[in-house]
């Protein structure tokens, strides 16, 4: 059953008159501009960048097989996790739920806001508790925070299980892909046409190696991506960023997405053989979470050794662990051999 999106929008968001920039009321690309108070010299960056960034929508479209009118362009994930929570959720009324261990900004942002958060802590081994989160909504629940392959655990959740709570949750499932493309399951990108409920967030952040340039999508039915678009900044994603990104997404990243999968492999197998490592859990992402004898000593080693790691050792569920991102074969190696010299420091 498709759901209604529009009963779940804050009221004052239904009510807006969105701004209108000089670029909404005349659409032409030749003339003499006028309209927009910029400067008449041309240095490159004089006029204001398209605020709905049809080039950039198109060529994305392209490489995703969604349709533009299913893209958001946001300043980072970051900024569609934000937009998200102004869209739906009434400060202090409204509340929303993520998965926990997961992303930090998902709480953050809802905090901001002023938007009550309820986390769910996964099951054993990582994995996604449905009848838990379904549990914990009310009529107050407007949006559910998902991460797929999960940030810091590494895991991805079976397709029909994040497919059961898009339909029988009636608020927003928000589904984070950022590693997508380091998973062998595919993006539920191909679910939001049937399910207008479901959006699916994915970045240049971290495959696509432009996390400096701070692009992030939401991917989602028409009607989701009209009232973000409503709600961002109307320039939210500057001219020198959209003409960088254009060129960058020209140049494929199989191989480097490749040999940072087969690294993981190698990483993962060298860890698995050291006394000082208790577990590496399953990762889809271009990172291992990795259970070790004493994360705040291995990580202070390390730090020693000039190798930076996440010490996720005081995240709940996730004690003892720390979170290695997956470099070049020089630097995994570099963190190897770190690793093994800490390992003989230890041995008693
Ligand atoms: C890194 C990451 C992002 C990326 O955020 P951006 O703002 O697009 O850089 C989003 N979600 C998760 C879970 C991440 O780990």
Redesign the pocket.
Known sequence: MAKNIDKLVRECIARLTPYSTARDEYQGELGVFLDANESPYENGYNRYPDPHQKALKAQIAAIKGVAAESIFI????????DVLLRVFCEPRVDNVIAIAP??G?YKVAAAINDVEMREVQLGEEFTLPVGELLAATDEHTKMMFL?SP??PTGNSFPREQIMRLVEEFDGIVVV?E??IDFAEAESLKSEIAANPNLVV?Q????AWAM?GL???LALASQRVVELMSQVKYPYNINVATMSIVEELLRQPIDANVEEIKQQRAVVEQALQQSAAVKKIYPSD?NFLLAEVDDADAMYDYLIGKGIIVRNRNRVKGCEGCLRLTIGTPAENEALLKSISEYEKSIVR
């Open positions: 946001g300043n980072g994930s970051d900024e569609a996790i997961s992303y900004m991460c999960n940030n984070d950022a590693y967030l970045t240049m952040s971290k996390a701070r692009i992030g992402a």
